[in-house]
Nanobody, 124 residues
């Protein structure tokens, strides 16, 4: 079993920054790709970013490219999402998840463990 706990969400003004953290416990996540998804009220969960287990590959949704950066610290069993130039449309609950493989990294069905989510609210 893997437990994923997100933190770092909050209320920020448009143009501001936040860094989300996803701490894993129970088992190491160093052998897995990891991803971030988000879900806004009334909308389906959508892919945000992913990172391969070796950190050599990253993938971003077009809507966050050049504004968000995903990274990981294997020693701390933690994945991060640095968010800059935040927009009101980035408001959502953000979830981290463990991928079963990097091949289907943008699809939520390709993940087996999920955190409980952290709320990010961007005011205009």
């Amino acid at each position: 079993q893997v437990q994923l706990i997100e933190s770092g969400g909050g209320l920020v003004q448009a143009g501001g920054s936040l860094r989300l953290s996803c701490a894993a416990s129970g088992r190491t996540i160093s052998g897995n790709a990891m991803g971030w998804f988000r879900q806004a009220p009334g909308k389906e969960r959508e892919f945000v970013a992913a990172i391969s287990r070796s950190t050599s590959s990253t993938r971003y949704a077009d809507s966050v490219k050049d504004r968000f950066t995903i990274s990981r610290d294997s020693a701390e069993n933690t994945v991060y999402l640095q968010m800059r130039s935040l927009k009101p449309e980035d408001t959502a609950v953000y979830y981290c998840a463990r991928a079963q493989s990097y091949a289907a990294i943008t699809y939520s069905g390709g993940y087996d463990y999920w955190g409980q989510g952290t709320q990010v609210t961007v005011s205009s």
